[in-house]
DNA sequence: TTAAGCGAAGTATAGACAGCATGTC
DNA sequence: CTATACTTCGCTTAA
């Protein structure tokens, strides 16, 4: 295949030359090049399918760019991750000379002055747009130019139907949708009524390989029919050797998190440590917001030049150890599938450890990962700049499956994208959500837009009036001449939980006698909106000690069960948070990572405050004033008594005990007690600490200004 | 009698998004 | 819809 790359002296778009110049960039790569040929620039709706790190970026850019030039109005672009929410944030910050102004939102991070409708480009998530939607705010109408990052999503089971509903929503805008190599390309694009660009041009060479063992080593057939021996005990350890004797870095990927520590821990005895490296885990030794044994495990093999990755990981972990990669002093990551979506993190060698995986909805049952999933991770293989070729290679226990493996993962086609939306959770939240964002229509009209999604004729005769049935059964919604939702649907789609998260709550606490914080807490944890976590390493006599009357009864089915006991172990982890056992004894007592507490308290801290606002719109007084006490106590980590002093900024459960100890009880306390504050919290700390509260006190009702503006 | 050795049987398995403010002149 | 690594269990054998 021809491939065509235009200079950018070509372009017919000065400003971006500037931009384009400064970053060193004199010429645009073929999808590039033949996005601009489809019509990039005028505004043609585009969908561009091609591989990681092939400059779908700049694509996105130029396009937002000339659109705002021409057109006017805003561009939001969406991905799927916060992650990478904020990468490109800083990406279009850089696109602000030219006189656009860029912002960004998600769940965890506004940008501030003035909320989002000064901003030219908002950079947001899947989910957060979709809310935003609901909401209604009036500068979204503003907004006529939508790109679509990632879209390969809308594949995900739990995700996609956010993706899909998005998309919806935006084709009857201008719209550019980035994606992953997919094998329909022609239908999605269709839907879109866009025009598409589909390469598999990547930037640096990939070279794919299999390995299996033979004889007393290691066979490795590549793609071309090539084959090249490795020795070694095991193949994952000879291959990284191999690739490192050669001067490469490594990223290994395996299915569970055991493995992967168990790889990299394995590992490192064949490397030694050096003086940068103890530098690399002295940070990580010293890194806050870490449990003891984690930063000590992870330490000991960082000095080897090795580490493990996934999300058991505090952030703080995490963000050392890519760094110490990408500045090429660690020279193996072991990493989940974490490091597979997400932020850009190349090598040039990607070895893949298992190409099935366990499904947690299916007790005992193993699947082969989607090709997809192989070649996000077989994508990361190769840096741009610094290898002539990546290489990627799967591992094999034995020879039996090689080639059918091979064939799959190496020479077929990826899976087609198709519409999850036909899970019932997802199809209900769907028609609640259009509902909310459109208000009330005839039945008509609401299938009309179902009709929309990429779901097929069948899948809507079989589902949508079912429905909108389910819907009315359960109150959300109510149907006269047209369809439309009750205050507690209303209610249910604002605070953007899972209808059945609702119904869960509500059938819970009808009428219901109010129980204690660990009844309430195990209720949320057992809504579809809660985490799943695994429950092997758990006390189960815990499970005798509680006193209080569960709002769930004991299910019978196993499957049901295994739900029932990850609820409980949230339950209790969360509730020894909020009754302030040390941080690290809750991560040993229940086996989890500092990332996976964290976890659990955002979601709990998002689950508490629905359950909150879901027993106020059902009048349930006594339960709404269980609920909001328990959410004010969940984010901190604290008993009630501490919830004022939490609220200044730098002081955590753990400061505020402390002052709490020494009588210091009010925000009004630390004002009055400056001195003593200091003692306690130190020089520094403690001035800054009497200075917040000062401010707190001081605002008192009137925050900033800040808004959307109702459309009547 | 106890410890060690060994094979059979049992056990567990990735990740990560969402609210909060929100009528006034 | 079934692989792997690791742990635990229970038996046999050696000291």
Same mark, same amino acid.
């Given at each position: 295949?021809?491939?065509?790359?235009?200079?950018?002296?070509?372009?017919?778009?000065?400003?971006?030359?500037?931009?384009?110049?400064?970053?060193?960039?004199?010429?645009?790569?073929?999808?590039?090049?033949?996005?601009?040929?489809?019509?990039?620039?005028?505004?043609?709706r585009?969908v561009?399918?091609?591989?990681?790190?092939?400059?779908?970026?700049?694509?996105?850019?130029?396009?937002?760019?000339?659109?705002?030039?021409?057109?006017?109005?805003?561009?939001i672009y969406v991905t799927p991750l916060r992650?990478l929410t904020?990468?490109?944030?800083?990406?279009?910050?850089?696109?602000?000379?030219?006189?656009?102004?860029?912002?960004?939102t998600s769940g965890?991070?506004?940008?501030?002055?003035?909320?989002?409708?000064?901003?030219?480009?908002i950079v947001t998530t899947y989910e957060k747009l979709d809310s935003l939607w609901r909401h209604r705010p009036?500068?979204l109408e503003?907004v006529n130019y939508f790109i679509l990052d990632e879209l390969h999503y809308l594949n995900d089971p739990s995700r996609g139907p956010v993706v899909e509903s998005v998309a919806v929503r935006a084709k009857r805008r201008g719209l550019l949708a980035l994606s992953?190599?997919i094998?329909n390309?022609?239908e999605i694009s269709r839907w879109l009524h866009a025009?598409?660009?589909?390469?598999?041009?990547?930037?640096?060479?990939?070279?794919?390989?299999?390995?299996?063992?033979?004889?007393?080593?290691?066979?490795?057939?590549?793609?071309?029919?090539?084959?090249?021996?490795?020795?070694?005990?095991?193949?994952?350890?000879?291959?990284?050797?191999?690739?490192?004797?050669?001067?490469?870095?490594?990223?290994?990927?395996?299915?569970?998190?055991?493995?992967?520590?168990?790889?990299?821990?394995?590992?490192?005895?064949?490397?030694?440590?050096?003086?940068?490296?103890? =530098?690399?885990?002295?940070?990580?030794?010293?890194?806050?917001?870490?449990?003891?044994?984690?930063?000590?495990?992870?330490?000991?093999?960082?000095?080897?030049?090795?580490?493990?990755?996934?999300?058991?990981?505090?952030?703080?972990?995490?963000?050392?150890?890519?760094?110490?990669?990408?500045?090429?002093?660690?020279?193996?990551?072991?990493?989940?599938?974490?490091?597979?979506?997400?932020?850009?993190?190349?090598?040039?060698?990607?070895?893949?450890?298992?190409?099935?995986?366990?499904?947690?909805?299916?007790?005992?049952?193993?699947?082969?990962?989607?090709?997809?999933?192989?070649?996000?991770?077989?994508?990361?293989?190769?840096?741009?700049?610094?290898?002539?070729?990546?290489?990627?290679?799967?591992?094999?226990?034995?020879?039996?499956?090689? =080639?059918?493996?091979?064939?799959?993962?190496?020479?077929?086609?990826?899976?087609p994208i198709e519409s999850k939306l036909g899970a019932e959770n997802a199809f209900y939240s769907f028609l609640l959500g259009t509902l909310s964002a459109d208000g009330e229509m005839?039945r008509n009209a609401l299938r009309t837009y179902v009709e929309e999604t990429l779901l097929s004729d069948?899948m809507i005769d079989s589902h949508f009036d079912k429905g909108v049935?389910w819907l009315?059964?359960?109150?959300f919604i109510?149907?006269?001449?047209?369809v439309k939702l009750?205050?507690?649907g209303k209610k249910v789609a604002d605070i953007y939980v899972n209808p059945f998260t609702a119904?869960?709550?509500?059938?819970?606490?009808?009428?219901?006698?109010?129980?204690?914080?660990?009844?309430?807490?195990?209720?949320?944890?057992?809504?579809p909106d809660?985490?799943?976590?695994?429950?092997?390493?758990?006390?189960?006599?815990?499970?005798?000690?509680?006193?209080?009357?569960?709002?769930?009864?004991?299910?019978?089915?196993?499957?049901?069960?295994?739900?029932?006991?990850?609820?409980?172990?949230?339950?209790?982890?969360?509730?020894?948070?909020?009754?302030?056992?040390?941080?690290?004894?809750?991560?040993?007592?229940?086996?989890?990572?500092?990332?996976?507490?964290?976890?659990?308290?955002?979601?709990?801290?998002?689950?508490?405050?629905s359950?909150?606002?879901?027993?106020?719109?059902?009048?349930?007084?006594?339960?709404?004033?269980?609920?909001?006490?328990?959410?004010?106590?969940?984010?901190?980590?604290?008993?009630?008594?501490?919830?004022?002093?939490?609220?200044?900024?730098?002081?955590?459960?753990?400061?505020?005990?402390?002052?709490?100890?020494?009588?210091?009880?009010?925000?009004?306390?630390?004002?009055?007690?400056?001195?003593?504050?200091?003692?306690?919290?130190?020089?520094?700390?403690?001035?800054?600490?009497?200075?917040?509260?000062?401010?707190?006190?001081?605002?008192?009702?009137?925050?900033?200004?800040?808004?959307?503006?109702?459309i009547?």
């Open positions: 295949m021809e491939y065509t790359f235009l200079d950018i002296e070509q372009l017919q778009f000065p400003e971006a030359k500037t931009i384009l110049k400064k970053r060193g960039i004199t010429k645009l790569n073929p999808p590039q090049t033949e996005a601009i040929r489809k019509g990039l620039l005028d505004g043609k585009l561009i399918a091609s591989p990681t790190a092939s400059g779908k970026t700049l694509i996105a850019e130029l396009g937002a760019i000339s659109h705002l030039k021409k057109e006017g109005g805003k561009v992650a904020t990468e490109k944030y800083s990406t279009f910050k850089e696109w602000e000379p030219l006189g656009f102004r860029v912002g960004m965890e991070y506004d940008s501030e002055d003035n909320y989002l409708k000064n901003y030219d480009i009036g500068w503003e992953a190599t094998s390309y022609q025009e598409y660009v589909s390469t598999s041009w990547r930037p640096v060479k990939l070279v794919e390989g299999v390995m299996y063992p033979s004889g007393k080593s290691y066979l490795v057939t590549f793609k071309d029919g090539t084959t090249k021996r490795v020795k070694g005990d095991d193949p994952i350890e000879a291959y990284t050797l191999d690739s490192i004797s050669r001067g490469g870095q490594v990223l290994v990927f395996r299915n569970s998190r055991r493995y992967a520590e168990g790889t990299a821990k394995s590992l490192s005895g064949k490397f030694k440590e050096t003086q940068e490296l103890l =530098e690399l885990s002295k940070e990580i030794e010293e890194v806050e917001d870490a449990g003891a044994t984690e930063r000590e495990n992870l330490s000991l093999l960082v000095r080897r030049g090795v580490a493990y990755h996934h999300a058991g990981l505090s952030r703080g972990l995490r963000e050392i150890i890519e760094r110490g990669f990408k500045e090429r002093k660690i020279k193996v990551i072991v990493a989940t599938p974490t490091l597979a979506a997400g932020v850009n993190l190349p090598a040039r060698t990607v070895i893949v450890g298992d190409v099935f995986r366990y499904n947690r909805k299916v007790t005992g049952f193993r699947e082969e990962i989607p090709v997809m999933e192989y070649k996000q991770m077989s994508g990361r293989a190769g840096r741009p700049g610094f290898d002539s070729e990546g290489e990627s290679i799967i591992v094999l226990r034995d020879k039996r499956n090689f =080639e059918k493996i091979f064939e799959k993962y190496l020479t077929s086609d990826v899976e005839t069948e049935e009315k059964d359960h109150e109510i149907e006269e001449d047209t009750t205050q507690f119904v869960t709550v509500k059938d819970s606490l009808k009428g219901k006698a109010p129980s204690c914080d660990l009844a309430y807490l195990h209720m949320l944890a057992y809504t809660a985490p799943i976590v695994g429950t092997s390493n758990m006390d189960e006599s815990l499970l005798y000690d509680v006193d209080c009357k569960m709002f769930i009864d004991e299910p019978f089915d196993e499957l049901e069960m295994s739900l029932y006991l990850s609820a409980m172990k949230i339950a209790f982890i969360i509730h020894d948070w909020i009754e302030e056992v040390d941080e690290d004894t809750i991560l040993s007592r229940y086996g989890i990572g500092s990332g996976d507490l964290r976890n659990m308290v955002e979601s709990m801290d998002w689950l508490t405050y359950g909150y606002m879901i027993a106020q719109v059902m009048k349930e007084e006594t339960h709404e004033e269980s609920l909001r006490r328990l959410n004010t106590r969940v984010k901190d980590g604290v008993k009630e008594e501490l919830v004022e002093l939490v609220q200044i900024p730098g002081i955590g459960r753990k400061r505020a005990r402390q002052l709490w100890n020494e009588d210091i009880r009010s925000l009004a306390d630390v004002v009055m007690e400056p001195e003593k504050v200091k003692r306690i919290l130190g020089e520094k700390l403690g001035e800054r600490t009497v200075h917040e509260a000062a401010r707190i006190l001081g605002k008192g009702n009137h925050g900033e200004e800040r808004g959307y503006d109702y009547p």
